[in-house]
């Protein structure tokens, strides 16, 4: 596996956010971003002509406030929630039937007394487990039973939280998404993230004959690796002198 990506003019960047731009954090709003990340990130997408775009399962609100006062593309709840632009107004699915039942479900089992949170994003729920770990069998076993009879939702296993979704869309469908439209259209996609959530995306860079940078540890289809969020924004600043030069 080699260690690193460049990009080149015609390269169109795609980003996860929680554990590639900034590090985990034990409640996702705790999570801190370094400047540079944000001064790196806006030269690069100057460089691309706008073609650098988050995906990611946060709400596009959140990656705002946490990148302000920069905006980009973006695809939110794991491309439920979609702006194709920086100027656009963010569009979000609406909860699904399903999902309402699923988190009415969940505040009355006891899950969350037993210290899990519930995050809320609207067409999406999060359940954290990342202050209470032993808890996670307890919680695969409940969505197992209760997904069962909802077919129509599913389970994305991420680091220490488990989030369900409608199956309808994921991070490798709105990375196609992104590609058929100005300024992306006609790139060289190149996506980097951390999560199992995050492979659809790395397959469908490599799909369309770019490439897909993992970050941590773990099995991968991407063929390059960085080892932490650190090393992301290292990658960041060698992108930057690079398109400079």
């Known amino acids: 596996m080699q260690h690193s990506v460049r990009l080149q003019p015609d390269s169109a960047l795609f980003l996860d956010f929680d554990g590639t731009l900034a590090a985990l954090a034990l409640r996702p709003e705790l999570v ?7 001064s790196f990130l806006s030269r690069i997408n100057d460089c691309l002509g706008g073609a650098v775009a988050i995906l990611t399962g946060r709400p596009i609100s959140q990656i705002d406030g946490f990148l302000h006062p920069l905006a980009l593309p973006a695809a939110g709840l794991h491309g439920l929630e979609w702006r194709s632009t ?22 009355a089992s006891g899950l969350l007394a037993d210290g899990i949170m519930l995050e809320d ?10 202050s209470v770990p032993h808890l ?31 199956a309808t869309h994921d991070k490798g469908l709105a990375l196609r998404q992104f590609m058929e439209l100005p300024p992306f259209r006609g790139r060289v996609p190149v996506f980097a993230g ?13 799909a369309l004959g770019g490439s897909a940078l993992k970050v941590g540890e773990g099995p ?20 930057v002198r690079h398109l400079t030069a």
């Open 32 to 38: 801190d971003v370094d400047e540079q990340v944000i």
């Open 86 to 107: 920086a100027a656009a107004d963010p569009v979000r699915a609406k909860a699904s039937p399903d999902l309402q039942y699923l988190r009415r479900s969940v505040e």
């Open 121 to 130: 994003k609207g067409a999406a729920i999060a359940l954290h487990y990342r």
């Open 136 to 166: 996670e069998g307890a919680l695969e076993a409940y969505l197992t039973r209760v997904l069962t009879g909802l077919p129509d939702l599913h389970v994305l296993r991420g680091k220490m939280v488990m989030e369900v979704k409608p």
């Open 194 to 206: 951390d999560d199992v959530t995050d492979e659809d995306a790395m397959a469908a860079a490599l």
């Open 220 to 239: 991968t289809c991407a063929p390059a690796r960085l080892p932490d969020v650190a090393a992301v924004t290292d990658w960041l600043a060698q992108q």
